[in-house]
């Protein structure tokens, strides 16, 4: 069906999904057959799709096997035509990891920004407003300001972001030290 609507339309396209299917062989279960895995490239060269690679794990699909075997597979795909490459020449595929399914989700990030590392705008945190000493903090600070709003504004800011570090530690870091270990497992 897509090759057809390929032929039908000379469009600028991208794909992104399971296709349950690989172009490499995959890890542990039944050897695959080499008449399946030429069909899939075929189906790719025929729509003149390219492989937009990825970050993250190298399987998109995992399942159980006989005798406690696991089988790992690259299932997940992102695709895009090459006018959709040339236009999109940034775009980064992330394969997130699994967690409530067999499949890894897939993030594509169409425009990734590359701000200067250590620098991030202020962002007033919903989590905060749960904590009793955050109320008290703004309350605080505000019944004291000096009514240029401007200045009170980032120095709160600042003070916010100080108290965040010292009530919750690095989220971010956390955060990322958590997956990295979802991924090494994975």
């Not at 597979?73 to 040339?86: M, T, V």
């Not at 394969?95 to 890894?104: M, V, Y």
Request: hydrophobic share 40%; glycine share 6%; with cysteine.
């Amino acid at each position: 069906m897509l090759t057809t609507f390929k032929s039908a339309y000379n469009l600028t396209w991208f794909l992104i999904g399971n296709f349950n299917d690989m172009l490499t062989f995959s890890r542990g279960g039944a050897p695959i057959r080499q008449a399946t895995l030429v069909a899939f490239n075929n189906f790719v060269d025929s729509c003149e799709l390219v492989d937009l690679g990825y970050n993250g794990p190298k399987y998109t699909w995992i399942k159980k096997g006989r005798y406690g075997t696991i089988i790992l597979e690259r299932l997940d795909w992102a695709f895009g035509s090459q006018d959709w490459r040339l236009i999109f020449n940034k775009a980064e595929v992330r394969h997130l990891p699994r967690t409530c399914s067999d499949h890894a989700p897939i993030l594509v990030n169409l425009f990734p920004s590359r701000s200067t590392p250590g620098y991030a705008p202020f962002r007033l945190q919903p989590m905060w407003f749960t904590h009793n000493d955050f109320t008290k903090l703004v309350e605080d600070y505000w019944a004291s300001s000096n009514e240029n709003f401007s200045e009170d504004s980032l120095s709160f800011a600042h003070k916010a972001t100080v108290w965040n570090r010292e009530v919750y530690g690095n989220v971010h870091l956390k955060l990322c030290r958590i997956c990295a270990r979802i991924e090494g497992v994975q």
